[in-house]
């Protein structure tokens, strides 16, 4: 599974950005695709996460803020940031975990996109 990250950039706080996570390959095998973050010196965290039967979960900070979806058709996963903080600022990367043909779990990681809030 390969994955494309896009839709970081500048924003004030209380903006909203959309990130998009675009995967090919062995996509029939996704189980779930993440979005996590990684801040300057801090250890890279989960954000939220959708399943391929569409179960969501967030953390605690996103919740009724951020909002991950799928849309099947493209083959993308979006997070819609809303009431962007400081404290969001961070680099922002897809996971997905799938299955290979051993049925064994493998865990793929699109590039960054760099996600800037300011005060």
């Known amino acids: 599974v390969q994955l494309q990250a896009s839709g970081g950039g500048l924003v004030q706080a209380g903006g909203s950005l959309r990130l998009s996570c675009v995967a090919s390959?062995?996509?029939?095998?996704?189980?779930?695709i993440a979005w996590f973050r990684q801040a300057p010196g801090k250890q890279r965290e989960l954000v939220a996460h959708?399943?391929?039967?569409?179960?969501?979960a967030y953390r605690d900070s996103a919740k009724g803020r951020f909002t991950i979806s799928r849309e099947a058709a493209k083959n993308t996963v979006y997070l819609q940031m809303n009431s962007l903080k400081p404290d969001d600022t961070a680099v922002y990367y897809c996971?997905?975990?799938?299955?290979?043909?051993?049925?064994?779990?493998?865990?793929?990681w699109g590039q960054g996109t760099q996600v800037t809030v300011s005060s």
């Open positions: 959708i399943t391929d039967n569409d179960r969501t």
């Open positions: 390959g062995s996509i029939f095998s996704i189980i779930t």
């Open positions: 996971n997905a975990a799938s299955k290979d043909s051993q049925n064994r779990l493998i865990a793929s």
